[in-house]
């Protein structure tokens, strides 16, 4: 546990130590109006549309089961018996 520890820190510590420069990117840079940005938002609207879709479907799924349920312990009351006899 403690090598674990050990070499978690130093991972983590390496970049910040590097000499390496480190460049933003466009959204975080500020130009809005670059192809980068322009993939970003279009992947996240992508991304949110899965996201309610499954959500969505699993909703629709319960309410599904519940109403069928409702309905199976619910029979609907049978005809009476003397309308057939006032004919």
Do not use: Q
Request: hydrophobic share 55%; proline share 8%; aromatic share 6%.
């Amino acid at each position: 546990m403690k090598l674990l520890r050990k070499f978690l820190m130093v991972a983590a510590l390496v970049p910040i130590l590097s000499e390496s420069h480190v460049f933003a990117c466009a959204a975080c840079y500020g130009k809005t109006d670059s192809a980068l940005a322009n993939g970003m938002n279009w992947g996240i609207l992508t991304l949110l549309g899965v996201v309610l879709t499954v959500l969505t479907s699993i909703a629709l799924f319960f309410v599904h089961i519940v109403r069928k349920e409702e309905a199976l312990s619910n029979p609907p009351p049978p005809p009476p018996a003397d309308a057939a006899t006032d004919l």
